[in-house]
């Protein structure tokens, strides 16, 4: 079995409980992060190293590439944070220790593939950018977009960055993870699969969400972890936005 995890957004509580609730599955041979380690959260550093020790696989999400490359598009509480991320960053000693977190942010793959599976943060003809929405089914939304992105991978594609878990399906449905609670059969037919967020659920299920795959089907799984702890780190800093902190307790 795979884990895999997205989107830890620097919550550290978070991404202890969901390592531990792996742990405590105990058929789990590998864990794969799809990026978005940093950004909004307290604990950037501590979180990159906890993901780098316990990941095989570590991808470019849109918050890495912010640090290493500028933080364009992001709004201006976003922007806040990824200059604050960066200092963090800037700021680990010894100097070695610096040099290597940084190199290893500077040379995160943007995609990853596994015989017939895609792994992107984002989408599969836009690795780190690019939304795949709930919306875009809507007719009129963004006409093509969905048939360009099912052109754009073999046959399964994992993703995060909404936030939101569920699967795409080829007929253009989106089945949300919370109407599948004894996970989904993939092996015949093609599906684009949101795992979810470990740091920053926007589900309004507070929980942390990541996914196990067995080769056949796809598990959602939610674990509850200390929200107070992260919030009350956020406040702390006295720089990352205090809405930052409330949105956890809302999953949102
Ligand atoms: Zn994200």
């Known amino acids: 079995m795979i884990a895999l995890i997205s989107d830890i957004h620097a919550n550290l509580p978070a991404l202890e409980a969901v390592l531990a609730d792996i742990q405590a599955l105990g058929q789990v041979d590998r864990v794969l992060c799809l990026g978005d380690v940093v950004g909004y959260g307290a604990q950037p550093v501590e979180c990159l190293e906890r993901v780098a020790e316990t990941c095989k696989l570590i991808l470019m999400g849109n918050h890495e590439h912010a640090l290493v490359h500028g933080a364009f598009g992001f709004h201006a509480a976003a922007k806040r944070a990824a200059d604050w991320t960066r200092e963090q960053f800037q700021q680990v000693n010894p100097g070695a220790r610096r040099r290597a977190l940084w190199e290893l942010l500077e040379n ?4 990853h593939e596994m015989d017939d599976i895609l792994l992107v943060h984002g989408s599969p003809r836009d690795p780190v950018m690019e939304y795949v929405l709930e919306s875009d089914l809507w007719e009129g ?10 052109a754009s991978f073999p046959r399964l594609c994992f993703v995060g960055h909404t936030h939101r878990p569920g699967v795409f399906t080829e007929d253009r449905c989106f089945i949300p993870a919370a109407e599948l609670p004894e996970g989904f059969v993939v092996s015949d037919g093609r599906y684009l699969i949101n795992i979810g967020s470990v740091g920053q659920p926007r589900d309004r299920d507070q929980r942390a969400s990541y996914l196990v795959f067995s080769g056949e089907a796809v598990y959602w799984r939610r674990v509850a972890y200390d929200i107070d702890a992260a919030a009350a780190r956020i406040i702390a800093t006295n ?3 205090p809405r930052f902190a409330e949105r956890l307790r809302r999953g949102e």
């Not at 995160?108 to 995609?111: E, G």
């Open 239 to 241: 720089s990352l936005d």
């Open 108 to 111: 995160l793959p943007h995609r």
């Open 141 to 150: 939304s963004d006409p093509g977009k969905m048939d360009a992105i099912f």
